[in-house]
């Protein structure tokens, strides 16, 4: 019986040996790989072609994203590679790798992002899959094969009829002024409103509205926050050059809050605002009379 037992704690340690050496391999052979996407990177930014080429396994198979022209071999590659440089001058890559496999123990299966940035041009965008072989305890390139990322339309169109709202607004009277910079964010995806309400010489409250297109709803939307701790939203509809914008909210102290605003353009630099169906939970208050805003 001892024996038995001997024997097969001793075949669970042969095991467990074998996986963590294999783990330890593969460990090392996705640090080798990383290491081959860099050194590619770095000749391709170079304008190498020879170096390139030397990436690629001798019987590998490329195939040009441009022109979808295959070739094969180091010679036909290094030969695409110079051509490449010679049309797009001060191309550069950048690479990105998400997952490395393995098939067996000589190949691997690497996916990643890629971006070539051309001068004055919109950057190629690229997901890939490298196939790489290992030769001599090199790992080469065998084949890639790219698909174009998925573009993320912008929300500008949705939101460009707005964009008349861009820049400093001001309503004042002899009690108080109101003042209100709009802007887009990055991309455009989103217009900021900062708003600040001063009576005489003192900022009385602050606060920040963010528009947006719900892509769901497939509508305008906006939320709004104040230096009080009152937040809201809204849903916005255009009729003719007004926009209607159905709002709802929490008061500080808790109570429920609604309004119907409506905000009419009447050129770049005027438009009105006013503010009807007011309520604070249920209870209905009086309207906010139409004032006029004008751009600074």
């Not at 295959?70 to 690479?95: C, D, S, T, Y």
């Not at 990643?112 to 790489?132: F, H, L, M």
């Not at 305890?137 to 993320?152: A, F, H, I, S, Y």
């Not at 009829?161 to 964010?185: F, H, P, S, Y």
Request: aromatic share 8%.
């Amino acid at each position: 019986m001892k024996r038995v037992v001997l024997t097969v704690a001793m075949m669970a340690w042969g095991l467990t040996s074998a996986i963590g050496a294999e783990a330890d391999r593969q460990a090392a052979d996705r640090a080798a790989i990383r290491k081959a996407v860099e050194s590619y990177v770095v000749a391709f930014n170079q304008g190498d072609a020879k170096a390139l080429a030397a990436k690629w396994a001798p019987e590998a198979v490329y195939t040009n994203p441009l022109s979808g022209e295959q070739v094969v071999g180091r010679e036909a590659i290094e030969q695409q590679f110079a051509a490449i440089f010679a049309e797009a001058k001060g191309a550069k890559l950048q690479a990105a790798t998400n997952s490395i496999g393995f098939v067996s123990p000589n190949v691997a299966v690497e996916q990643g992002t890629a971006k070539v940035i051309r001068p004055d041009q919109a950057p190629d965008e690229s997901e890939y899959t490298a196939v790489y072989v290992k030769r001599e305890g090199q790992w080469l390139l065998d084949r890639v094969t790219e698909e174009d990322m998925p573009v993320v339309a912008s929300h500008y169109e949705q939101l460009k009829d707005l964009e008349w709202m861009i820049g400093r607004w001001v309503d004042e009277d002899d009690q108080a002024t109101v003042v209100t910079e709009c802007n887009w964010t990055r991309n455009n995806n989103f217009l900021t409103r900062s708003f600040t309400v001063q009576i005489r010489d003192r900022i009385d409250m602050a606060g920040m509205q963010i528009i947006g297109w719900d892509p769901a709803a497939k509508q305008i939307r906006s939320w709004v926050f104040d230096s009080d701790g009152a937040f809201g939203q809204g849903t916005w509809k255009k009729k003719d050059n007004r926009w209607y914008i159905q709002q709802s909210g929490v008061l500080p102290d808790g109570r429920k809050s609604s309004s119907v605003n409506i905000i009419t353009f009447v050129d770049d630099s005027t438009c009105t605002l006013q503010s009807v169906n007011r309520t604070v939970d249920g209870e209905l208050l009086p309207n906010v009379e139409e004032v006029k805003i004008t751009k600074q």
